[in-house]
């Protein structure tokens, strides 16, 4: 598993990926330049080789793909891997591809898996210093994945791409034993009668942070509540800036990065995801799994996930009115409960037991 270790959706994927294929008893190398975030402690048939990154004074920007690379080479021969499977195309695609020719010139054969995952293809890979690289490595990669039908219709929409694309939705791990919630840790956010509104993401110019706070100034206005923010990165000073400046602060709790979000999930009552695009929206998902319902921006793949109507409702991207009058009408005492019930079935849709043998016949039909 080849990804990016940081608290991004891809990077929770390959890692959750990986320790459910390490739980059925395949061995699982991951290769990357920190400690997966969701990996944890020891685990039976885990290994995680990391990329050293060299600081040398001739490079205004470290080569990381070329390090990258030798790593993986270093690891298929001598590790004796069956197959290569990266996360988000850039530059994990390419760098598969070179250690792919490299192996090749020593006679040893190492198919490649790639996992599409979003702005790889949506935003950045589109871009045109990126994509002849990405086109070509889509089109090299042995077998290639796509988290939503969205994602892969973009793909062949932006891409000259020609090739199968399998869609394999993202999945989770749903707790049956509700042990997660405590009302003592509800109460050090909220009083009684107060409603949670939850949102989490790495804050970037996508997920429209400034959305996310509106939305909830309008949900404040009629009841009483308080925003949770899990996450941080380059746009949340927008949501701190415009929340002092809506007089809310007071009402907005910043958690910053958290390796656990279940927890807070569990004692929220609603999740906001008003994205400007999401190839899939796995944070919603991890919201739903745990009976928390979802309002959302209609865009990408986020339909795919967010049952309209169901386990919660979409509108257009930053139609925050309609979003904010979504969000009261599931917090009204009527609705709530059902609400939280749909968004837990809804989730069933997507647990691992229904996702990994898809992913299992993938690495099969390769090795
Ligand atoms: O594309 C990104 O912004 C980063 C990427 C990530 O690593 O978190 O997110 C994408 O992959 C997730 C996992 O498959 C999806 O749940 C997210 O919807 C997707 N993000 C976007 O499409 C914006």
């Known amino acids: 598993m080849v990804l990016y270790p940081t608290y991004g959706g891809s990077g929770v994927v390959g890692t959750e990926l990986g320790k459910a294929l390490a739980k059925e008893g395949h061995e699982i190398h991951f290769i990357t330049y920190s400690q997966p975030v969701r990996l944890g ?111 892969k219709a973009a793909t062949y929409k932006h891409f000259n791409v020609k090739r199968e694309i399998n869609v394999i939705p993202n999945f989770i791990i749903v707790d049956e034993s509700d042990t997660l919630f405590t009302e003592q840790m509800r109460r050090k956010y909220a009083c009684d009668g107060e409603k949670i509104i939850c949102h989490i993401s790495n804050f970037r110019k996508v997920k429209r942070i400034e959305d996310v706070v509106r939305i909830f100034a309008l949900i404040a206005k009629e009841i009483p509540s308080k925003l949770i ?47 400007e695009t999401e190839s899939f929206g796995l944070a919603a998902l991890e919201a739903m799994a745990v009976g928390v319902p979802v309002i959302s921006s209609n865009t990408g793949g986020i339909p795919e996930v967010n049952e309209h109507g169901y386990s919660g409702f979409l509108s257009n991207v930053g139609d925050v009115e309609d979003m904010a009058r979504n969000a009261l009408h599931i917090l009204s005492d009527d609705e709530l409960e059902k609400f939280k019930k749909q968004a837990k079935i809804k989730a069933k849709e997507f647990t691992l037991d229904l996702i990994l043998p898809k992913y299992e016949e993938i690495y099969r039909k390769l090795v």
């Open 41 to 151: 402690s020891f685990r039976e048939n885990i290994f995680y080789h990391e990329v050293a990154v060299t600081d040398y004074p001739l490079f205004d920007f470290q080569p990381y793909e070329t390090e990258l690379t030798s790593k993986m080479v270093d690891v298929v021969k001598h590790e004796k891997l069956d197959v290569l499977h990266v996360h988000y195309a850039i530059p994990h695609a390419s760098a598969a591809y070179l250690a792919k020719q490299i192996l090749k010139a020593q006679g040893i054969h190492i198919p490649i898996v790639t996992t599409l995952h979003g702005t790889d293809i949506t935003l950045v890979g589109r871009d045109p210093s990126f994509e002849p690289v990405i086109t070509f490595c889509i089109n090299e990669s042995d077998a290639v994945t796509a988290v939503s039908e969205s994602l």
């Open 229 to 275: 923010l899990i996450g941080d990165g380059p746009d949340r000073f927008l949501a701190e800036r415009l929340s002092r400046e809506l007089n809310i602060n007071d009402k907005v709790i910043f958690l910053g990065k958290l390796r656990d979000t279940a927890h807070v999930l569990s004692f929220s009552d609603l999740f906001l995801l008003p994205s």
